[in-house]
Antibody, heavy 122, light 111 residues
Framework: EVQLVESGGGLVKPGGSLRLSCAAS????????MNWVRQAPGKGLEWVSS????????YYADSVKGRFTISRDNAKNSLYLQMNSLRAEDTAVYYC???????????????WGKGTTVTVSS | QSALTQPASVSGSPGQSITISCTGT?????????VSWYQQHPGKAPKLMIY???KRPSGVSNRFSGSKSGNTASLTISGLQAEDEADYYC???????????FGGGTKLTVL
């Protein structure tokens, strides 16, 4: 079964750091680009970051650029999001999602995890 | 304020058809055939319903269809069913600077 499972969320103070992980199974992880998408409480979806299959291409939303770092370990079938200098407005459910087309980006996200909740509050 | 504009809500009766619009600009929807649509039930992860404007992933009902004209994309759901009640989000590639933009979401109510 194709599956993504996020972990690492929690409560953190403003200015703090958190590292999210996403464990992939049931498909050839190293062949697909991956994404992080977040959803603030009661709000819509917001794209956060994307990484190509070999980590050659990395992209960030302006709202997180310079504070968040996306990475992956294809040997461990895992995707990561290092989040630093966290703000209250980063509070959200964070989803990892697979890109639809093997080796490409931007076509759509066809496999999603259930999400992990990040709360930034003092 | 979201980059793509969707109506906040739409409604329809079982069996009817509804259309959800998604208005962007010439920098996103208007320039690329990389519009996708997602369905999200409360407390659940989003589900891909349409990609590349009008293509359906395997397993998605053919009651769901997508189209685009100029800067506006549309999702049409025909033969409405109770289980279609959910939030729907459009998404578009927006070029090498902005990359990806989502719409604000549309709540579909099946009356």
């Amino acid at each position: 079964e194709v599956q993504l499972v996020e972990s690492g969320g929690g409560l953190v103070k403003p200015g703090g750091s958190l590292r999210l992980s996403c464990a992939a199974s049931g498909f050839t992880f190293s062949s697909y680009s991956m994404n992080w998408v977040r959803q603030a409480p009661g709000k819509g979806l917001e794209w956060v970051s994307s990484i190509s299959s070999s980590s050659s291409y990395i992209y960030y939303a302006d709202s997180v650029k310079g504070r968040f770092t996306i990475s992956r370990d294809n040997a461990k079938n895992s995707l990561y999001l290092q989040m630093n200098s966290l703000r209250a407005e980063d509070t959200a459910v964070y989803y990892c999602a697979r890109d639809l087309v093997r080796g490409s980006l931007w076509f759509g996200m066809d496999v999603w995890g259930k999400g992990t909740t990040v709360t930034v509050s003092s | 304020q979201s980059a793509l504009t969707q109506p906040a809500s739409v409604s329809g009766s079982p069996g009817q058809s509804i259309t959800i619009s998604c208005t962007g600009t010439s920098s996103d929807v208007g320039s690329y055939n990389l519009v996708s649509w997602y369905q999200q039930h409360p407390g659940k992860a989003p589900k891909l319903m349409i990609y590349e404007v009008s293509k359906r992933p395997s397993g998605v009902s053919n009651r769901f269809s997508g189209s685009k004209s100029g800067n506006t994309a549309s999702l049409t759901i025909s033969g409405l069913q109770a289980e279609d009640e959910a939030d729907y989000y459009c998404c578009s590639y927006a070029g090498s600077s902005t990359h990806v933009v989502f719409g604000g979401g549309t709540k579909l109510t099946v009356l």
